[in-house]
């Protein structure tokens, strides 16, 4: 029932910068987060960011703190990526995810916790 398009990925060297975008379509609620995961070549697929559908609330894995930054537009339905300084370890296939829960739940970096996922945008980091 609900629709995720990934878009913004790309070639870049490292250092480069890249803003990805998720346009979300088809059933809304009032209570769910989005996220960002990115799986790159033999590894899982790992937490990347979340945000609350308030805005008002993020979580960044380790690895991105400091250098991504999530936001959304919910009157677009629209979540981003900003990501600076980017790193050859930050190749992967990039995708959003919608986990359906309150805003008082905690965010969660567990894929599992996600009900809907995009089809990803590939990003590449050449060094």
């Known amino acids: 029932q609900v629709q995720l398009v990934e878009s913004g990925g790309g070639l870049v060297q490292a250092g480069d910068s890249l803003r990805l975008s998720c346009a979300k379509s088809?059933?809304?609620?009032?209570?769910?987060?989005m996220g960002w995961f990115r799986q790159a070549p033999g590894k899982e697929r790992e937490f990347v960011a979340a945000i609350r559908r308030s805005g008002a609330g993020t979580y960044y894995a380790d690895s991105v703190k400091g250098r991504f930054t999530i936001s959304r537009d919910n009157a677009k339905n629209m979540v981003y990526l900003q990501m600076n300084s980017l790193k050859p370890e930050d190749t992967a296939v990039y995708y959003c995810a919608v986990d359906f829960i309150s805003e008082l739940s905690p965010l969660s970096p567990n894929p599992k916790n996600y009900d809907y996922w995009g089809q990803g945008t590939q990003v590449t980091v050449s060094s």
């Open positions: 088809g059933r809304t609620f009032s209570s769910y987060a």
